[in-house]
């Protein structure tokens, strides 16, 4: 990343609470197991992402229903998946999508996903946001760069998702000297192919760049064949332990 190291230093000292952005699992119906555990007492989690076939799907889907009202229940904060195809989407499209994702789910907020992170986009997300903001009180919005976006992007967002890809990157990535003016909450990483024997060496990177919401995973992309967040991590229970309440079985 062609950023220089913040001087956002400490982070680690500062009482932030880590916790979990789940950037969406597989369909309910083939994991079942991945969307029991957002339920789990203990879990830290921020917020979990729901994507029914790119987006809320053409109807309602029964089985992602269910998973949505037993996180609701649980009190879990539900986010619908927007594809914005990096501004390559219509406004009125993924405000469609917006609308049928509130209608039917009855989601907390959005995932941008694929977000514009340059300065000529940016416009067009703020009319977005504005959108959202205004057909769901309260929306929780994420923008999802997955890179250091133009700084403008973080005045009209909850969080911003300013890395998203392999341990290979991440374990030699740099925070842009920017964030250091914003708190940890705001920033999201997410990072698939990360060894169990690196956890805590991820987790210590996330704390130094001043990132609070995280998703690490083992599971790769395999060449963009397969969604490496789609699976449950193999160390799922191990990473809840080191940043949660310790609840292990």
Not at 37 to 64: I, M, S, Y
Not at 108 to 117: S, T
Not at 174 to 186: F, L, S, Y
Request: glycine share 12%; proline share 8%; aromatic share 10%.
């Amino acid at each position: 990343m062609p950023y220089l190291t913040s001087v956002k230093q400490g982070t680690a000292d500062t009482g932030v609470r880590t916790g979990f952005g789940v950037p969406g699992f597989a369909h309910p119906l083939v994991a079942p197991a991945e969307w029991r555990e957002l339920t789990r007492p203990g879990t830290p989690l921020h917020w979990a992402v729901l994507n029914v076939a790119d987006g809320p799907g053409a109807q309602p889907d029964p089985h992602c229903l269910e998973a949505a009202g037993r996180l609701r229940n649980a009190g879990v904060r539900l986010l619908g998946h927007l594809d914005t195809a990096y501004g390559l989407r219509t406004f009125g499209e993924v405000v469609s999508d917006a609308h049928r994702f509130l209608d039917w789910y009855r989601v907390d907020g959005f995932l941008l996903d694929r977000c514009p992170a340059d300065r000529a986009g940016l416009p067009e997300v703020r009319r977005t946001v504005t959108t959202l903001r205004a057909i769901r009180d309260g929306a929780h919005i994420v923008l999802g760069h997955g890179t250091h976006p133009y700084p403008g992007y973080a005045d009209h967002a909850d969080q911003l998702v300013t890395f998203s890809g392999p341990w290979s990157d991440y374990r030699w990535s740099q925070v842009a000297e920017w964030t250091a003016d914003h708190p940890p909450e705001r920033f999201c990483h997410f990072v698939h192919g990360v060894p169990g024997p690196h956890l805590e060496e991820a987790l210590r990177i996330a704390r130094w760049q001043g990132a609070a919401t995280i998703y690490f995973t083992d599971h790769t992309g395999r060449g963009g064949r397969t969604d490496p967040w789609e699976p449950l991590p193999g160390y799922w229970d191990d990473i809840v332990s080191r940043i949660g309440t310790g609840v292990s079985e």
